[in-house]
């Protein structure tokens, strides 16, 4: 059986258009991961891994 990825996950609580919108969000100068994973209603460190690539890699 193939694994799910993204919002296809039983657990995702974001989607593809809310990882985007994070990824433009963090940037220098701009928001901070706290603030950002407070909006969105995830962990800081989500948010790291998202803005880093390390998680939801298969989205641009």
Avoid: C
């Avoid at 296809?8 to 963090?26: F, G």
């Avoid at 901070?32 to 390390?54: C, E, L, R, W, Y």
């Amino acid at each position: 059986m193939p694994q799910l990825r993204g919002e296809h996950h039983y657990a995702a609580k974001i989607n593809a258009e809310d990882v985007r919108s994070i990824r433009t969000l963090y940037l220098p100068g701009s928001s901070t991961m706290p603030g950002i994973a407070a909006d969105f209603g995830i962990s800081t460190q989500q948010v790291s891994n998202i803005v880093n690539g390390k998680a939801w890699k298969h989205i641009d």
